[in-house]
């Protein structure tokens, strides 16, 4: 094969290449409707490791139990979301998701339900907290993590956050602690 006609090979599969990687993000996102999901503010009594219980308060997705953190809401990159809070609580709160423009709203009081509809925008883990009264009311327990999921699936499967051959002692060894850690919480019977 001459150089010459490498060049052109070459030339017109990096332009293939280059012109899928685009095609992605510029190609119109069909409309459909909001993905809901639905949370609860509850006053709860969290019992710690001592026996001894502590109040705080927590939210719920939909009907099911509190917990301290918040439930972990998945969704994926550009998908069109309505979030709803029941304010099963005794005083007002407030909802923020950091780092997405306009997903907020509040104030919600006691007995009231708030609602806000947003669009996901770049993959990553955001911070869902009642900004109300801070850091109180997140210390209390009104915090949680909202997963943003990229819209394709990553190369690694859907799953693995990263390729098994980026695995360095360094993780291999977290994971060798988080063994521990699952042997303490199930002798402590988890929060």
């Known amino acids: 094969m001459l150089r ?9 599969l990096a332009g293939v290449a280059g012109l899928q990687i685009l095609s992605g993000p ?12 639905s949370l609860r503010i ?3 009594d969290v019992e710690l490791i001592d026996g001894s219980s502590v109040f705080m308060w927590a939210f719920s997705q939909g009907a099911g139990r ?13 998908q069109s979301v309505t979030l709803s809070v029941e304010n099963l609580s005794s005083s007002s709160h407030s909802v923020q998701i950091l780092g997405l423009p306009g997903a907020s709203f509040g104030p919600i009081e006691p007995g009231k339900t708030g609602s806000v509809t947003f669009t996901a925008g770049l993959p990553g883990t955001y911070f869902y907290v009642d900004p109300d009264r801070a850091p109180l009311n997140r210390l209390l327990g009104l915090h949680g993590a909202l997963v943003v ?8 499967g859907p799953i693995t956050p990263y390729a098994a051959s980026q695995t360095t002692s360094g993780v291999r060894a977290l994971f060798s602690a988080l063994r521990i850690s699952v042997k303490m919480n199930s002798l402590t019977g988890g929060i």
């Not at 190609?27 to 909001?34: N, R």
Request: aromatic fraction near 2%.
């Open 4 to 12: 010459r006609e490498l060049l052109k090979y070459g030339a017109g």
């Open 26 to 37: 510029l190609l119109a996102q069909t409309s459909s409707p909001a993905v809901p999901i």
């Open 42 to 44: 509850q006053d709860v």
């Open 66 to 78: 509190p917990s301290v953190p918040g439930p972990v809401l998945r969704i994926k990159q550009g």
């Open 149 to 156: 999921e990229p819209a394709a699936q990553p190369a690694g």
